[in-house]
């Protein structure tokens, strides 16, 4: 994480076209850590998701709700969203069985879907002001 967040800062002091980012991530180390520990969670959800949506989709139409299977799926999906959301680990727990997890799973693939046009177009204004 450290080196993530050193190029964090370089790219934050090369970039004056966000102030908040810039101000932020340019001076404070930690601040730069963090957020390489956030965007690397959040980039290592959207990669389980994009791998696993479709079996999970699968599963929990073809097994039991409750079922140890229909568990064990709904744990994973609740991990990537928890990752995505930035949540602590187990915050869904608790709210694992009331879930509509054919829902969050057809939102999880729009917000996908739509977030991977936002990083291309943010990557490429990243690159340009680089």
């Known amino acids: 994480m450290k080196e ?3 190029l964090l800062q370089e790219i934050a002091d090369k970039s004056e076209e966000y102030p908040g980012i810039h101000d932020t991530l340019k001076d404070d180390e930690q601040a ?6 956030a965007i690397t969670r959040y980039n ?15 599963t929990l139409k073809s097994v039991n709700k409750g079922s ?22 187990g915050a869904l727990d608790k709210y ?8 969050i799973g057809e939102g999880l693939k729009k917000a996908i879907s739509d977030d991977e046009k936002i990083a291309a177009e943010g990557y490429a ?5 680089v």
């Open 96 to 103: 694992a069985e009331s879930l509509d997890w054919d829902k």
């Open 68 to 89: 140890k299977k229909w568990l064990d799926t709904v744990a994973d999906m609740s991990d990537s969203v928890e990752d995505l959301l930035d949540l602590d680990p």
């Open 125 to 129: 204004d990243v690159m340009d002001a």
């Open 44 to 58: 290592r959800a959207i990669e389980t998701c994009e791998k696993s949506l479709d079996d999970w989709s699968d």
């Open 4 to 6: 993530y967040g050193k």
């Open 32 to 37: 730069a850590r963090t957020a390489a520990g």
